[in-house]
């Protein structure tokens, strides 16, 4: 395994990688580092698919707002470095910030509506910076494949739209969500959380498989899957509701409330919800359909 | 030559000649069509210097504000199509509106502060659909060099920063101003002048031609100099001004018209204007150094 900091290495290092065999695919996992089981399932599933295999490290400045948590937000190179050994993987691309944003860097990219609904109402700048920064490093690696989790099932909408968008020669692959054993879907942030804020935000796993569960037995009324994410969730006095949201999932529409609600599509229909647990901000869904 | 309308044919096209030889080079000079020999130079020049030569030519709705010409903006395949083959063009790329576009399309880049400046201030869309548009060209073409006139400068600095900030493998080349006999610089927009408006269209390039002199004979105070670009412009009532401008070049900043006025850069200079003729807008420049 190498470990790459320059985008010049990086690209000198990927050109002879394509030029050793003709047919020699290149799978790409872009992370913030901080790896849990969520992100290594995405490096697994890009092994198996590929013949390289790149993962970046970037804690992306861009895609925080002015009062978000980059400056605390986990890092532990080293740990993860090892993991993503173990697992086989052929490319650590590990750059600084100045090298991804040097300085009076300007060029933005910008998926417009599907970038302002859900998670990017509280966070209006935050999926800018991560259509940036992806589209920076599909243009660095070129692969062929790219991870993404369904977790961040906006993002992964989004960078979908954007590839399809911008004609990017890479198909991006949206992986299932990886929980704790009690329900709790991987984050780095998972680590903020004091013992009894994460007592409380099992709320959010809970309310989503009750919602879930609820779809399986015929509800299909948007406005009363939201109703009852909310009671539940409205449980506990540690946690506050950001959003709960039942949308189209290739447009991210909500489906709107009216009376007698809407009804969802059967195969197209993302259920998500973000709350804060103190300071943490986390976000969990599920889907009908395929991103 | 051939002519290709949608984007997998262009795609699969561009592949086969990859194949052909290890060294083949792809030069890409995008136009709007109304070909004159501005564009003609380009092309020359891109045929020069690679071994295939694909021209576009698609009317760019989205670099056209909701009150510009994009309706009546010229078009004349024909004629712009046997010009091409007479200089031996390879491939042109004639998409449809909806192969570039499609309905629902979102995905915008945003060269930021560059696109804001100069034409920019009045046309405050107009440098983001530049940039989109060349990407998306950029990203199915895939050229090792794609070309732009000079006229439009803040154009060719934009998306040199773009190709740069975007990690695009393209090499940019911005190509000198091509003059009709009376000095006006070429444009697919003259064909709205009448001989009226096109003898007053004449104070354009005649002021920053005397602006340029003053320039070679030592005049380095920017207020000056566009004092004395302003006074020729206001010489002719059909001629109204809409910037005059003196600004670095690489980052289009405006050298501050403070009192006694601020001293150009000798190689890092660009000096331009715009003004309506009618409703015709016209813009012009002159720069000291390179893009």
């Given at each position: 395994m190498k470990m790459i900091k320059t985008i010049p290495e990086i690209q000198a290092e990927i050109r002879k990688q394509r030029e050793q065999g003709q047919a020699r695919t290149i799978g790409f996992v872009p992370t913030m580092g901080a790896l849990h089981q969520g992100h290594l399932s995405l490096v697994q599933a890009c092994r198996e698919e590929n013949d390289v295999?790149?993962?970046?490290?970037?804690?992306?400045?861009?895609?925080?707002?002015?009062?978000?948590?980059?400056?605390?937000?986990?890092?532990?190179?080293?740990?993860?470095?090892?993991?993503?050994?173990?697992?086989?993987?052929?490319?650590?691309?590990?750059?600084?910030?100045?090298?991804?944003?040097?300085?009076?860097?300007?060029?933005?990219?910008?998926?417009?509506?599907?970038?302002?609904?859900l998670c990017g109402k509280s966070r209006p700048t935050h999926f800018k910076g991560v259509a940036t920064v992806v589209l920076k490093l599909f243009n660095i690696i070129k692969p062929d494949r790219a991870y993404f989790g369904r977790k961040d099932a906006q993002q992964a909408v989004i960078i979908k739209r954007m590839a399809a968008e911008l004609n990017l020669d890479v198909t991006i692959k949206a992986l299932p969500i990886v929980r704790d054993p009690d329900g709790l879907a991987l984050s780095s942030r998972n680590v903020y959380l004091s013992p009894a804020e994460r007592g409380a935000a099992l709320h959010l796993p809970r309310a989503l498989m009750r919602a879930q569960e609820r779809i399986q037995a015929g509800l299909k009324d948007a406005a009363e899957i939201k109703a009852g994410i909310e009671t539940e969730l409205r449980k506990s006095p540690l946690l506050t509701v950001d959003y709960v949201e039942v949308a189209t999932l290739d447009g991210l529409e909500p489906f709107p409330g009216s009376p007698g609600g809407q009804l969802i599509a059967s195969n197209n229909t993302l259920v998500a919800a973000a709350v804060k647990v103190g300071k943490t901000r986390l976000i969990d869904n599920f889907i009908l359909g395929e991103i």
């Open positions: 295999t790149v993962v970046s490290i970037f804690v992306n400045p861009a895609q925080f707002g002015p009062n978000e948590d980059f400056e605390k937000y986990p890092r532990d190179f080293q740990t993860d470095e090892s993991m993503l050994k173990e697992l086989g993987v052929d490319l650590i691309f590990y750059p600084a910030k100045d090298e991804i944003y040097p300085p009076g860097y300007s060029t933005y990219v910008e998926v417009e509506k599907l970038g302002q609904v």
